[in-house]
């Protein structure tokens, strides 16, 4: 399975742009990226998936090389209200193992 | 709003005591999880169903048990809850595309406490 890796904690600004990569080196041919937000004591939220290059969504951005051994999550101009826990999922539906995720906290 | 519940929210049991976790789902989704969360942990997988299929993780221990008798409901069952049980316990619930595409839509978690 593959294993992911993430910073443990990042701090950023109201209004910057945010990027948090992660590494998975022994990614598998059949296995997708996913990233999930989540709240104290709240479940994880679906925020974006891909499988190559570029995705896009209303929330975030998704940034993967040619050679799938990483990630980035790229969320535009946070707000207090991005403060949490941010986990990069790599697997198939059946397969899923939540990395230590990075807390993300944004500052006034 | 097509969602998934977990009921309840809060869980005391005693140690030892046997307890049942809900989860109810409106989604319709044919293959639904449950994860176990300790503080400050990632969300680790304990088992899930694709429709009817059982699927065990390796480390799961022996103490947990699941039901699944229809598509929207799934139960966890922690047949001699000890102190290291205590967690926040989420249920999770997707949609396997024929892309292979997915997301999982999680409940809100039931935590339990073990005195």
């Known amino acids: 399975l593959a294993k992911t890796t993430q910073p443990i904690s990042m701090d950023s600004y109201e209004g910057q742009e945010v990027n948090i990569t992660c590494s998975h080196n022994?990614?598998?041919?059949?296995?997708?990226i996913t990233w999930y937000q989540q709240f104290p004591s709240q479940g994880p939220r679906f925020i974006i998936q891909?499988?190559?290059t570029k995705v896009t969504n209303e929330v975030a951005s998704l940034f993967i090389p040619a050679d799938r051994k990483s990630s980035t999550l790229s969320l535009p101009r946070v707000s207090l209200s991005d403060t949490a826990v941010y986990y990069c999922?790599?697997?198939?539906?059946?397969?899923?193992?939540f990395g230590k995720g990075t807390r993300l906290h944004i500052l006034p | 709003d097509a969602m998934v519940i977990q009921n309840p929210r809060y869980q005391v049991t005693q140690f030892g005591k046997p307890v049942t976790l809900s989860c109810s789902q409106t989604?319709?989704?044919?293959?639904m999880y449950w994860y176990q969360q300790k503080s400050s942990q990632a969300p680790k997988l304990l088992f899930h169903?694709?429709?009817?299929?059982?699927?065990n993780e390796a480390d799961t221990p022996d103490n947990f048990q699941s039901r699944r008798p229809n598509t929207s409901f799934c139960f966890l069952d922690i047949r001699s809850p000890g102190l290291g049980d205590a967690a926040m316990y989420l249920c999770?619930?997707?949609?396997?595309?024929?892309?292979?595409?997915?997301?999982?839509?999680f409940g809100p978690g039931t935590r339990l406490t073990v005195t």
């Open positions: 999770a619930t997707s949609s396997l595309r024929t892309s292979g595409v997915y997301e999982q839509y």
């Open positions: 022994n990614i598998a041919t059949n296995d997708y």
């Open positions: 891909g499988y190559k």
């Open positions: 999922l790599v697997g198939e539906y059946d397969k899923i193992i």
């Open positions: 989604l319709n989704h044919n293959v």
């Open positions: 169903y694709y429709d009817k299929d059982f699927n």
